[in-house]
């Protein structure tokens, strides 16, 4: 039996870049977890002042911070969104679970919000372009406030039936996904407990969760965020891309190496974003480590012949 060229099953179309917009619940719940810490951001340095900061507040922060931080690099980043490595099944949950603790939303989300950045980056779709607006100054300053975190505020979601269809046949990293609630309880919760016992007194408990609970959350969230905005606005862009993303060297540290960000676009699946010399790139040194114990494997790692070809020069 043959099928005649009309009965021949026709592919089914492409799944909406937008999914629908957000309930006005779960929009409340997103202006408080990003306004709450940032109160506590701004309330940081007269905290600090009056009261003082001692070693067990810094030591958390400092902790809290980078765990949450690569989470997001090296987890949500590099690894789900990029598949720049591969990884045990364990480190798979492990990362995705610590990529929550950022507060940043969901894995499903937060992959998919990707994704689109860079399937339509700097262009019409893109969720956090600072060019949307065009490049006459105050384009740029409106296009800056999107970018940085403006976009946060808008309803629409990203398809995730069209952007991670991937992890959606995973079962388990659905149900992590589903528990993002969870996971940042407990990150707030395990520092404010941690500075209790140490101090062996709820100051001590009270002081750990506002710096290594809401302050880290915030600052962790600035950092990210400005990977967005900046570090597609100012910087060095020796590798050719079709978009405006530069490195921005400032912001290495505080980022795990994610304001490399030029190479990043040019090469987006490669493990090290900081391929130059003297360029840090925390992330990238965690995932050599996994590499090294053997937790991850099939890392895509930057070669003189895969630089040579995107270099700009």
Known sequence: MTLTADARPQSSPPEPVIEGRRPAGQHAVVYAFILVPFVALLAAVPFAWGWGLGWVDVALFVGTYFISCLGVTVGYHRHFTHSSFKAKRWLRIALAITGSTAMQGPLLHWVADHRRHH????????PHSPWLFGSSPPALVKGFWHAHMGWLFQRDLTNPRRFVPDLLRDRVLVRVSNLFW????????????????????????????????????????????????????????????????????????????????????????????????????????????????????????????????????
């Open 182 to 313: 969870l996971w940042t309880g407990l990150w707030l919760a395990v520092p404010a407990a941690v500075g209790g016992l140490v101090t062996w007194s709820w100051w001590g408990a009270l002081t750990a969760f506002f710096w290594a609970g809401l302050v880290r959350v915030s600052f962790l969230h600035h950092v990210t965020w400005a990977v967005n905005s900046v570090c597609h606005l100012i910087g060095r862009r020796p590798f050719a891309t079709r978009d405006k993303a530069a490195n921005f060297w400032p912001m290495a540290i505080l980022s795990a190496g994610e304001s490399w960000h030029n190479l990043h676009h040019a090469d987006p699946t490669c493990a090290r974003h900081g391929v130059l010399r003297g360029q840090i790139d925390m992330s990238a040194r965690v995932i050599w480590f996994f590499e090294k114990l053997g937790w991850a494997y099939n890392v895509r790692w930057p070669t003189s012949q895969r630089l040579a070809k995107i270099s700009s020069r």
């Open 119 to 126: 399937a339509y980056s700097d262009k019409e779709g893109d």
